[in-house]
C-alpha cells in the first residue's frame, strides 16, 4: 500500500534562508502515477540517522507543468526538513509517493473567483491552486492573503511577483507582516480583522466561489469563523492544515483490554490482536504491515481506512466530514478500538 517510487531531483532553488523548492523528475513510465490536482500533496520517504522519515510536502506547480515541486522550510529541530535543506541536492533520489490529498481547485467552464488565507510555508499548495485558478478561465480571478514575519521570509516571492505581472488585473496579493511595516502591507498577524478587511472592505463587489485556508490551526479557525460571520457558506470554505495543535489523549485513559483486529492492505488480510489503549495505525505498523501513513498526527489523509465491522472512535478529526465518518471513514492514526472485533480496510476508501 505504501506505494513509493524512485525519483530523482532535478532542480533545488533557495527560496528564502530557510527554505527550498525540490523539484523531481517525472520519468515517462510513471507520468499517469504522478498526475495531481492543484492543492495535492506527496509523501517522502528518507532512512536519516538510520531511521524512516516520512513526510507529506504539498505540491506548488501545477499539473499542467509536467513536473512536482514542493517547498520546504526549516523547523527548527526538525529531522526531514533540516535534511532537505542542508543536503539535498541536485541527482539525489528519493522515494516518493504518488500525489493525494483533498484539499483541492477542479478547474471548470465557467469563471471562479477565489481567495486565500495563508501563513509561512503554507503559500506551498496555494501557488499550484493560485495559477490553475487564473489559466482555467479568461475572467477567473484569485485574491491572496499571505502572512508572514517580513519580506524575508516571503517563499516563493519571485513567483508571486511573475504572476501579479501576468494576471495584473486578477491576481491580487494583500501581503501581512508581523514584525515590519511595508507601505502596501497590513501590520501584525492574520486576524478577525484582516478577513473583514477582504470580503467586506476591499473585495466587498466580488461574490467568491471558494475561500482556500493553509498554515497553522489556530488561523485556520479564526478565518474560518470570521468568513462565516460574514454570511459565507460553510460548504466553500476548505482548509488543510500544516500544523495542528496537540491534543492529550484522554480516551485512552477510559480504555481497557484488546481487540481482535482485522486488516486488509492490497487485497491481503492480516489479523492480530492490540490493545484498546493504542492508536490503530501504530498497531498496524507494529504489526510490520505496510500501511499507507505520513503523518501520524490528523493532518494529511494518508492514513485513511474504512470500518467494515466494529467500531473506533476518532481522538481527533480535521479532515474527515460527518458524512464520510458516517459511512465509516476514520483516521487511523487517531483511532482507537472501542469493540471486541475490528475490521479495517485500507483498500476501501
Known sequence: MSDFHSLKVSTIQ??????????FAIPDDLKDTFTFSAGQYITISKEINGVEVRRAYSISSVPASGKITVGVKKIT?????????????????LEVMPPEGRFVFQPSNSAKHVAAFVAGSGITPIMSIA?????????????LVYGNQNTEEVMFSKEIEALQKQYNNRFFVQHVFSRINQEGAL?????????????????????????????????????????????????????ELFTSSETVDTMAE???????????????????????????????????????????????????????????????????????IAEGLILTCQAHPLTPTLKVDFDDV
Do not use: W
Open 14 to 23: 533557495q527560496l528564502t534562508s530557510s527554505s527550498v523548492a525540490i523539484t
Open 77 to 93: 529541530d526538525g529531522t526531514f526538513s533540516v535534511y532537505a535543506n542542508d543536503n539535498i541536492k541536485v541527482g539525489d533520489v
Open 131 to 143: 495559477e490553475t485558478v487564473l489559466k482555467s478561465h479568461l475572467n477567473s480571478t484569485f485574491v
Open 187 to 239: 501590520f501584525g498577524r492574520i486576524e478577525g480583522s484582516t478577513v473583514n478587511y477582504i470580503v467586506k472592505n476591499k473585495f466587498k463587489d466580488t461574490a467568491f466561489d471558494a475561500f482556500y485556508l493553509c498554515g497553522p490551526e489556530e488561523m485556520i479557525d479564526l478565518v474560518s469563523e470570521k468568513l462565516q460571520a460574514a454570511n459565507v457558506a460553510k460548504e466553500k470554505i476548505h482548509f
Open 254 to 324: 477510559n480504555l481497557d483490554g484488546a481487540t481482535q483486529v482485522q486488516v486488509i492492505v492490497d487485497d491481503e488480510t492480516f489479523t492480530f490482536s492490540m490493545d484498546k489503549k493504542m492508536l490503530v495505525l501504530d498497531a498496524v505498523l507494529k504489526e510490520n504491515i505496510d500501511a499507507p501513513y505520513s503523518c501520524q498526527g490528523g493532518v494529511c489523509s494518508s492514513c485513511i481506512a474504512r470500518v467494515t465491522e466494529g467500531k473506533a472512535e476518532m481522538v481527533k478529526n480535521q479532515i474527515l466530514t460527518d458524512g464520510e
